[in-house]
């Protein structure tokens, strides 16, 4: 490999672009050390490149991109293309504080408060996406030939993310045409965060590089299955101890979690299905996880537990419980603290355990779900917006929530002057 001439330092932002600076590596110890100047209304901006014109910030004020030296990956060099280092950033105040609108300073917090609580979360993301362009005929679903076809860009994608010190688990052929997903290894929710930003820009770096296109997007045609992400995971006490699962069901502290959750899952969604298209995605029997229940292995709940082999004590050490309603316009970092903020707030009012589903809750009449305390989640994003606007201040403060306000609302008016969404989503994300 080429060694890199230039360094770009990043910060995946509320609309889940990952935006920052480049500068050439002679002076990256010098940005290392002490950031770089940002505009706070950058993290506002629209996939579409569209300013919300109720943003908090408008033309004043200055943030600094932080980077985390840690957090590192090296692109290859492309023909005419030099090699670059990328570096993972914080956004912070001026003098280095904590600055409300990053998603990722965010996520720190709400772990540090669970951690406070008593517990850490491990994270396990999947994620499922296109890649247009590898072949003119579409393999079966989950097939030898779709997964050979995009074998030349895995071992490329798993070469990089080498450089980053991470993998993934599984790059394989999915349901639709040029349907495929991704596994990634179980970490701490933070690295997990940051080694998904990773493997959606390595992706998308690879299939430019081949004249390929590859996109996140929920739902790119609505004629074709949707592109989901699915969120395992599992809570350690203090000792390091798995605590999720004990003889195949979920432990009283995680079925506390999970209930914090389906109590406010709309407001979650707001951070988890974050686009209109996010909705055109979400719908019963679609293995989406469109309504707000627990079930053991069952795809069709918004939370699905997976208890996995249990050891000889009964307890289940790989359990995690599989948030599924979350796609690729969700800020990965956002998406988790949400879903830290709704479960912390279970576990501290003992939430009882949810009542586990083990059908599909649609095959059910309204009033057996309505008996069972089973609901659809939202179907659009000015409800989940509603419904996230009394917890906002709560979770994330006033000025973050001015700010994320403004971008969904300026992504509704982006949806709507556009004759197809999914498809201009697409090309960004």
């Known amino acids: 490999m080429s060694s890199p001439r230039f360094a770009f330092i990043g910060n995946l932002e509320l609309s889940a672009i990952f935006r920052g600076r480049s500068v050439p590596v002679e002076l990256l110890d010098r940005v290392l050390k002490s950031g770089m100047p940002w505009v706070p209304t950058n993290v506002c901006l629209s996939a579409s490149n569209t300013i919300p014109p109720d943003n908090p910030f408008g033309p004043m004020g200055e943030t600094r991109l932080i980077a ?3 957090r590192k990956i090296v692109l290859p060099a492309r023909e005419s293309r030099p090699a670059m280092e990328v570096y993972l950033a914080d956004i912070t105040e001026p003098d280095g504080s904590f600055w409300e609108a990053c998603a990722r300073s965010q996520l720190k917090r709400a772990l540090a408060d669970l951690e406070d609580a008593g ?3 491990k994270v396990g993301f999947e994620h499922e996406l296109y890649i247009h362009g590898l ?7 989950y097939s030898l030939p779709g997964s050979r076809a995009v ?4 071992a490329e994608v798993f070469e990089t993310l080498a450089t980053a010190g991470t993998r993934l688990d599984q790059f394989m052929s999915e349901f639709g045409h040029h349907q495929f997903e991704i596994s990634s290894p179980v970490r701490g929710a933070l690295r997990a965060a940051d080694e998904a930003v990773f493997a959606r820009e390595t992706i998308r770096d690879a299939a430019l590089a081949r004249g390929l296109r590859a996109t996140f997007a929920p739902k790119p045609d609505l004629t074709e299955a949707g592109s989901g992400v699915h969120v395992h995971m599992s809570l350690w006490d203090r000792d390091g101890t798995p605590v999720t699962g004990h003889n195949g069901q979920p432990t009283a502290v995680a079925g506390s979690f999970a209930a914090g959750i389906l109590r406010q899952i709309d407001a979650v969604m707001a951070y988890t299905a974050p686009t209109p298209n996010s909705y055109d995605r979400i719908a019963p029997s679609s293995w989406v996880g469109a309504f707000n229940c627990v079930g053991i292995k069952n795809r069709e709940a918004a939370i699905r537990f997976v208890p996995r082999q249990p050891d000889k004590d009964g307890s289940n ?4 419980m599989e948030y599924r309603v979350t796609d690729g316009s969700a800020n990965p970092y956002l998406t988790l603290a949400a879903l830290v ?4 707030a279970g576990i501290r009012d003992e939430l009882p355990v949810p009542v586990s589903v083990d059908q599909d809750p649609a095959t ?3 009033e057996e779900r309505s008996a069972r305390g089973i609901r659809r989640v939202a179907a659009s994003l000015p409800e989940v917006l509603a419904a996230a ?5 709560e979770w994330f403060g006033e000025t973050f929530w001015r700010a994320y306000g403004s971008v969904r609302r300026n992504e509704i008016n982006d949806a709507a002057k556009s004759s197809n969404y999914g498809a201009q989503l697409a090309r960004v994300l």
């Open 135 to 141: 072949t003119e005929i579409s393999a079966p679903a």
């Open 389 to 393: 606007e009394p917890f906002a201040a």
């Open 151 to 154: 074998s030349e860009l895995a």
């Open 317 to 320: 050490p790989g359990a995690s």
């Open 341 to 344: 903020r709704a479960g912390l």
């Open 68 to 70: 985390d030296p840690k």
């Open 364 to 366: 059910l009449s309204e």
């Open 119 to 121: 517990y850490k979360l």
